[in-house]
């Protein structure tokens, strides 16, 4: 699996910019600090520990509450999406009921 890259925010707001609505899922995890998430309008305050799912094509927003905030975020790839795209709503309950880590 690619690295990705680990960020340092302040305390500012942080939106993608969802033209398309094919944004890809992730899922963020709260290293330190904490943050404001709110995701199709619901918001949360996470803390270390927490995990937000962010689903696919959603509207999403993340605000730093303390300068030290740190997160690792992971993010689908395109050809993941593709290959979900193209399956059937039972080929994709199977697919994830059925994926083993490696």
Known sequence: MPFYRFEQFESRLLTPHLSSGAAPERFVYMLRGGADIEVEGERKRCGPGDI??????????????????????????AWLEQKLDSMSPEEQVRARVERKAN
């Not at 999403?60 to 993010?75: D, I, K």
């Open 52 to 77: 937000a799912h962010l689903p696919r094509g959603s509207t999403w927003s993340l605000a730093a509450c303390a300068p030290s905030t740190r997160y690792a975020a992971v993010c689908s790839t």
